[in-house]
């Protein structure tokens, strides 16, 4: 299975220090939407692996996190892409989960629920934690210049980043770089 796993927040739609606590405050970055379509298209299955520590702070309830994900899949579907899963940490920074990236625990969840591998699958975020959390497992780790990536553009990277970090303006400048990467399957004669 192709598969690629990405950051929500941030590295799909616009991040907010007050976080994203209704459907109105969701607003998918420029082309985020369209490069998840340009993998979908290319083979590749989408899931997003997110700390939602909004939920155990209390800001919204699970009902206001399932409507702005339906948001982010209308969204998706209306430009011919798709999001096959979401997996969410829904703890406070406080409780001490296993599931809270850096920690690993939602990637293992991702690879026990799909029966597969994680080793070298691309992992997409805009923070160190989310890259960090991949790499526990195996993933390969790609930072997009977005969210609060936004501030490293022109720089190198922080030393706590993973070794081998591949650095990307955004989810498109992924997805491209993905899509000529990995060529499509050869379709039968």
């Not at 994680?118 to 969210?147: E, F, I, M, S």
């Not at 070794?163 to 399957?185: I, N």
Request: glycine share 10%; aromatic share 6%.
């Amino acid at each position: 299975m192709k598969l690629a796993i990405l950051d929500r927040d941030g590295t799909i739609n616009a991040d907010s220090d007050e976080f994203i606590k209704s459907p109105d405050e969701w607003q998918p970055l420029p082309g985020a939407l369209e490069a998840i379509a340009r993998l979908n298209h290319a083979g590749w299955h989408v899931v997003v692996a997110s700390n939602q520590s909004g939920l155990g702070r209390g800001l919204f309830d699970v009902a206001t996190l399932n409507a702005v994900h339906a948001k982010m899949h209308k969204a998706l579907a209306a430009v011919g892409g798709r999001i096959d899963a979401v997996f969410y940490c829904p703890h406070s920074p406080d409780e001490g989960c296993r599931c809270r990236k850096p920690l690993p625990g939602l990637f293992e969840q991702i690879g026990e629920r799909l029966g597969v591998d994680l080793k070298q699958v691309p992992v997409v975020g805009d923070t160190v934690r989310d890259l960090q959390a991949g790499v526990a497992v195996g993933c390969a780790p790609h930072l997009v210049l977005t969210g609060k990536a936004a501030a490293l553009r022109g720089q190198p990277l922080p030393a706590e980043f993973p070794a081998g970090t591949q650095v990307h303006e955004d989810l498109c400048a992924f997805a491209d770089w993905l899509v000529k990467r990995v060529p499509p399957p050869a379709k039968p004669a």
